[in-house]
């Protein structure tokens, strides 16, 4: 199976930072790779698929960029409603996820 | 509007069984591939299986062959998980999902529909 490696694991930001998260794959994954948002007690949401398509209705402050084995989540000017967790998961094979990196409050 | 609503869960014995179901609405249900995914407390997300529209192709990880099988109903509109001998370690909350519009042949790809989940808790 491959191996998928969030980074951070959690971060603390301001409202209007610039935040990026990496996911590293255990090999190579070409640019099957899709992320997600979790607040507490929902479903998860998608957020960019193919590593930088972004997802219908999703604000353009998230972008994805990356292909291979390293990819990037960033986040331009934070939002209130940003505050969360982020998953990412690969879709080359049988699907794997990050363990995610949570997003809190500064 | 789309909706996936998950039923079944609740307290089970370790050894016991449980049939999870996810009924959709608001889309062609038989036209997509199907997943079950689920996140233990606290913890991250992982992929149980999946299967193909015409209920011809199933996947599992690993943890899972052989105790969980998945199946769907096409004309009822609904995705079914059937967990027999099952483990503390499968306690969670278990998602039915689907990638609808970015998937491969075996039906792995971005979900875009998720259910609200139900909870599975084993324990003695």
């Known amino acids: 199976d491959i191996q998928m490696t969030q980074s951070p694991s959690s971060l603390s930001a301001s409202v209007g930072d610039r935040v990026a998260i990496s996911c590293r794959a255990s090999?190579?994954?070409?640019?099957?790779l899709n992320w997600y948002q979790q607040k507490p007690g929902r479903a998860p949401k998608l957020l960019i698929y193919a590593a930088s398509s972004l997802q219908s209705g999703v604000p353009s402050r998230f972008s994805g960029s990356g292909s291979g084995t390293d990819f990037t989540l960033t986040i331009s000017g934070l939002q209130p409603e940003d505050f969360a967790t982020y998953y990412c998961?690969?879709?080359?094979?049988?699907?794997?996820f990050g363990g995610g990196t949570k997003v809190e409050i500064k | 509007e789309v909706q996936l609503v998950e039923s079944g869960g609740g307290l089970v014995q370790p050894g016991g069984s449980l049939r999870l179901s996810c009924a959709a609405s608001g889309f062609t249900f038989s036209s997509y591939w199907m997943s079950w995914v689920r996140q233990a407390p606290g913890k991250g997300l992982e992929w149980v299986a999946n299967i193909k529209q015409d209920g011809l192709e199933k996947y599992y990880v690993d943890s899972v062959k052989g105790r969980f099988t998945i199946s769907r109903d096409n004309a009822k509109n609904s995705l079914y998980l059937q967990m027999n001998s099952l483990r503390v370690e499968d306690t969670a909350v278990y998602y039915c999902?689907?990638?609808?519009?970015?998937?491969?042949?075996?039906?792995?790809?971005?979900?875009?529909?998720w259910g609200q989940g139900t909870l599975v808790t084993v324990s003695s």
């Open positions: 998961q690969q879709s080359d094979t049988t699907p794997t």
């Open positions: 090999q190579s994954i070409s640019v099957y």
């Open positions: 999902a689907s990638p609808t519009f970015y998937y491969n042949g075996r039906g792995h790809g971005a979900f875009d529909y």
